[in-house]
């Protein structure tokens, strides 16, 4: 008999940089289980989905998956968590089930935990009965490794803020921190794994708090992790943030940020738009345009050079063309080296999808594409800035990886195999080169990969 009966599964991940974390804490624990993992959804008996719901593509793309896994893999029992079925589990409208005989059950995102042990002898009779949570705790996953060389380290879950537009709230609950000393333990275990790069992650990482540990917020934390990692792993390994609110760039937050030795120099802002009229409709009120101007110029004494992302939403509702113009006057004054511009998407449920004055689809899509063409011929200036620097690259696959300032880098002369360990590319540590030229993709022209040669003396 097969030992490996009923015990194959399959995954597949979409959204965030949390879904990607909590799927590999369920990967080890499932092969620490006794599961043997299949790239093919076909030869697998349990398949596990964690979803999105962000936005309406990402149902539609989940629908689609589910309806190709569920063809090429009938009999398995699909398992759907994440977002999506949260959603699907307080209304129909959201994720019509009908639809998708393969669906075994839901699992409430908030309760992942529970998908730990599907290999037991009751694992999944429990699974199929566990209901939403009674209060907001943060899940009891971790991880040794990681799927791709950049690293994700989750320290809060749930938001408590409620913007107008987002579903999160509704569907991950309130917030929840990570213990302190979790935190720093399982960043240290990846560190000595051989992970040259982490990626700090969180739902809303201005959330952050445990007290009894003696963070207040976010910012104590990066500095505990500075004094407790710094002595032994600067210059060796570096984190990376995965997004701020533009209000966590006070005084205070500029401080940790240049007290650090470990945060890559380079910041993803949730800034959503550049009207404080629309941001006050979005409910983000909390910080101004202009105080994220001001933030950027002190950053900058930090940091002289930086990279800068930025997620932004065209055509909410009400935005009128002379605020839409707000935010192109900002995108234009902010030194962004990218952006994910989205076209505002209504979600079942949330404030903003009962509010006046829809933008047309087509027109949210005309102003999305004006900011990327603004922000594309930004990006291609900062690389254009970068050549002849020299610059810490870590390598991910096939001799590609992103330096110090998120710019996307191939670096010649590497190893172009699978490699080793944890790592894909089988190279854990950062390697210096200095840039020579960068190349245009024809097809993505916003996304240039820069071309380097390794440097052995520098």
Same mark, same amino acid.
């Given at each position: 008999?097969?030992?490996?009966?009923?015990?194959?599964?399959?995954?597949?991940?979409?959204?965030?940089?949390?879904?990607?974390?909590?799927?590999?804490?369920?990967?080890?624990?499932?092969?620490?289980?006794?599961?043997?993992?299949?790239?093919?959804?076909?030869?697998?008996?349990?398949?596990?989905?964690?979803?999105?719901?962000?936005?309406?593509?990402?149902?539609?793309?989940?629908?689609?998956?589910?309806?190709?896994? /569920?063809?090429?893999?009938?009999?398995?029992?699909?398992?759907?968590?994440?977002?999506?079925?949260?959603?699907?589990?307080?209304?129909?409208?959201?994720?019509?089930?009908?639809?998708?005989?393969?669906? /075994?059950?839901?699992?409430?995102?908030?309760?992942?935990?529970?998908?730990?042990?599907?290999?037991?002898?009751?694992?999944?009779?429990?699974?199929?009965?566990?209901?939403?949570?009674?209060?907001?705790?943060?899940?009891?996953?971790?991880?040794?490794?990681?799927?791709?060389?950049?690293?994700?380290?989750?320290?809060?879950?749930?938001?408590?803020?409620?913007?107008?537009?987002?579903?999160?709230?509704?569907?991950?609950?309130?917030?929840?921190?990570?213990?302190?000393?979790?935190?720093?333990?399982?960043?240290?275990?990846?560190?000595?794994?051989?992970?040259?790069?982490?990626?700090?992650?969180?739902?809303?990482?201005?959330?952050?708090?445990?007290?009894?540990?003696?963070?207040?917020?976010?910012?104590?934390?990066?500095?505990?992790?500075?004094?407790?990692?710094?002595?032994?792993?600067?210059?060796?390994?570096?984190?990376?943030?995965?997004?701020?609110?533009?209000?966590?760039?006070?005084?205070?937050?500029?401080?940790?940020?240049?007290?650090?030795?470990?945060?890559?120099?380079?910041?993803?802002?949730?800034?959503?738009?550049?009207?404080?009229?629309?941001?006050?409709?979005?409910?983000?009120?909390?910080?101004?345009?202009?105080?994220?101007?001001?933030?950027?110029?002190?950053?900058?004494?930090?940091?002289?050079?930086?990279?800068?992302?930025?997620?932004?939403?065209?055509?909410?509702?009400?935005?009128?063309?002379?605020?839409?113009?707000?935010?192109?006057?900002?995108?234009?004054?902010?030194?962004?080296?990218?952006?994910?511009?989205?076209?505002?998407?209504?979600?079942?449920?949330?404030?903003?999808?009962?509010?006046?004055?829809?933008?047309?689809?087509?027109?949210?899509?005309?102003?999305?594409?004006?900011?990327?063409?603004?922000?594309?011929?930004?990006?291609?200036?900062?690389?254009?800035?970068?050549?002849?620097?020299?610059?810490?690259?870590?390598?991910?696959?096939?001799?590609?990886?992103?330096?110090?300032?998120?710019?996307?880098?191939?670096?010649?002369?590497?190893?172009?195999?699978?490699?080793?360990?944890?790592?894909?590319?089988?190279?854990?540590?950062?390697?210096?080169?200095?840039?020579?030229?960068?190349?245009?993709?024809?097809? /993505?022209?916003?996304?240039?990969?820069?071309?380097?040669?390794?440097?052995?003396?520098?």
């Amino acid at each position: 008999m097969n030992n490996a009966a009923g015990r194959i599964f399959y995954m597949q991940t979409f959204g965030c940089k949390v879904n990607q974390y909590e799927t590999e804490a369920l990967r080890e624990a499932w092969i620490k289980g006794g599961g043997v993992e299949t790239d093919d959804p076909a030869a697998a008996d349990v398949i596990l989905i964690n979803s999105c719901a962000v936005t309406a593509a990402a149902v539609s793309d989940l629908r689609q998956a589910l309806r190709r896994l /569920h063809d090429a893999a009938p009999n398995a029992k699909i398992l759907l968590t994440g977002c999506a079925a949260s959603r699907a589990a307080r209304s129909r409208e959201a994720l019509p089930l009908d639809g998708f005989p393969g669906v /075994h059950c839901l699992i409430d995102p908030r309760r992942k935990d529970a998908l730990l042990n599907v290999f037991s002898p009751d694992g999944l009779r429990a699974v199929e009965s566990v209901g939403a949570p009674q209060k907001a705790q943060y899940p009891p996953l971790q991880i040794a490794s990681f799927a791709r060389s950049r690293a994700v380290l989750k320290v809060q879950d749930g938001c408590s803020h409620r913007c107008t537009y987002c579903i999160v709230p509704l569907t991950r609950g309130p917030s929840c921190s990570r213990s302190a000393s979790e935190v720093v333990s399982e960043a240290r275990r990846l560190m000595e794994a051989g992970y040259a790069e982490i990626m700090i992650s969180g739902i809303n990482l201005r959330q952050y708090a445990c007290r009894a540990e003696g963070c207040a917020d976010f910012w104590d934390l990066l500095l505990r992790l500075e004094r407790e990692l710094a002595p032994e792993w600067a210059g060796r390994a570096r984190f990376r943030i995965s997004s701020v609110e533009p209000s966590q760039l006070d005084e205070r937050g500029l401080a940790a940020l240049a007290a650090s030795s470990l945060v890559c120099p380079h910041l993803h802002l949730s800034l959503q738009s550049g009207s404080n009229a629309v941001l006050a409709r979005m409910g983000r009120g909390h910080y101004k345009a202009e105080d994220l101007l001001r933030a950027v110029d002190a950053l900058r004494r930090i940091w002289p050079r930086f990279g800068l992302g930025a997620d932004i939403l065209t055509g909410f509702p009400g935005e009128s063309p002379e605020e839409a113009e707000e935010t192109v006057r900002l995108v234009r004054e902010l030194p962004l080296t990218y952006t994910h511009v989205f076209p505002y998407s209504e979600r079942p449920g949330t404030i903003a999808a009962a509010m006046p004055g829809a933008v047309p689809v087509p027109e949210r899509k005309r102003r999305a594409a004006r900011l990327r063409e603004i922000v594309g011929e930004k990006r291609r200036n900062f690389l254009e800035s970068l050549v002849g620097v020299p610059s810490l690259v870590a390598l991910e696959t096939l001799g590609n990886g992103h330096n110090e300032w998120y710019a996307p880098c191939r670096v010649e002369g590497e190893p172009k195999s699978a490699g080793q360990g944890f790592c894909p590319c089988g190279l854990s540590a950062l390697k210096r080169a200095r840039w020579s030229s960068f190349l245009r993709e024809e097809e /993505h022209p916003v996304s240039a990969l820069a071309l380097i040669p390794a440097q052995k003396n520098q």
